[in-house]
């Protein structure tokens, strides 16, 4: 099974930051990475599939890039509504998750 | 548009089995599997397993591989996860999703493990 690896576990930034997230594989995926943001008491929200492709709705603030073993979520220009938890997930094989970031602006 | 709509929260005694549904529309069922996730409280996200709504075929993680069952109803659209021989520590809300993408979550169901 393909183990994801997400750092910082959580983060604080001020509105107007920029802040990156990132999240690695024990063995290639490609670029079949998704990033979601989850604010308490919400379902998942998908942001990024394909490793850096934009969900439509989501704001350009929020950027994806990588492939292989190493993948990066940034956000430009933080809003307070950004203020949630992060988490990757590789479905290259068998699905797994990262265990989190949680960011608080 | 998508939907995917999972039965109410449920609650069990150790020992138990618990069956939660997750009720698709807004796109063809059979054109995308089903992916199960769990979430306890305060913790992370956890895949539990995935299901194709054509051949009924199903996978799932290691950890699970003994208490999940994966199912369908193809004529109303319809996933099914049953997890046997309850724990506590598997009170969590449980999420359908779709496709390898997880483009569309259900709203999750609260299972409550208690004596």
């Known amino acids: 099974d393909t183990q994801m690896t997400q750092s910082p576990p959580a983060m604080s930034a001020s509105v107007g930051d920029r802040v990156t997230i990132t999240c690695r594989a024990d063995?290639?995926?490609?670029?079949?990475l998704v990033w979601f943001q989850q604010k308490p008491g919400n379902v998942p929200k998908r942001l990024i599939y394909g490793a850096s492709n934009l969900e439509s709705g989501v704001p350009s603030r929020f950027s994806g890039s990588g492939s292989g073993t190493e993948f990066t979520l940034t956000i430009t220009s933080l809003e307070p509504e950004d203020s949630a938890t992060y988490y990757c997930l590789q479905h290259s094989s068998f699905p797994s998750f990262g265990q989190g970031t949680r960011l608080h602006i | 548009q998508v939907q995917l709509v999972q039965s109410g929260a449920e609650v069990r005694k150790p020992g138990a089995s618990v069956k939660v549904s997750c009720k698709t529309s807004g796109y063809r069922f059979s054109s995308s599997e089903i992916n199960w996730v769990r979430q306890a409280a305060g913790q992370g996200l956890e895949w539990m397993g995935w299901m194709n709504p054509v051949s009924g075929a199903s996978g799932s993680a290691q950890k699970f591989q003994v208490r999940v069952t994966m199912t369908r109803d193809m004529s109303i659209s319809t996933a099914y996860l049953e997890l046997s021989n309850l724990r506590s520590d598997d009170s969590a809300i449980y999420y359908c999703a779709r496709g390898d993408g997880f483009d569309s979550w259900g709203q999750g169901t609260l299972v409550t493990v208690s004596s």
């Open positions: 063995q290639g995926i490609g670029n079949y």
